[in-house]
């Protein structure tokens, strides 16, 4: 073989090595780029069941807070009923033997 020869040769090796590492690297950033999209997707889906998920929490709590003042308010209305009862029983209690 001549040099002339062999400097194509080595040449036209180059050319498929670095048609190989350009084709490779074009895949590798259709590949980031699909995976930062799924990324971004995926946050975005996360972010939005994380808001639904903060508002059920709010609403449940508030439900639970309601709840609880009601039964406060129900003991309160039947601790001063039964005291009320009490003050009658006793008021009665003295009126029979006063009389």
Do not use: P
Request: charged residues 25%; aromatic residues 6%.
């Amino acid at each position: 073989m001549t040099d002339n020869t062999q400097i194509e040769l080595i040449s036209e090796q180059l050319k498929r090595i670095q048609d190989n590492m350009d084709s490779r690297l074009k895949r590798l950033e259709i590949q980031i780029n699909h995976n930062q999209e799924l990324t971004s997707n995926s946050l975005t889906w996360i972010k939005i069941q994380s808001d639904d998920l903060r508002r059920e929490l709010n609403d449940h709590e508030l439900r639970i807070r309601s709840a609880n003042d009601a039964v406060i308010s129900y003991r309160s209305k039947s601790n001063i009923f039964n005291g009320g009862a009490i003050f009658t029983a006793v008021a009665a209690l003295l009126k029979s033997f006063l009389t």
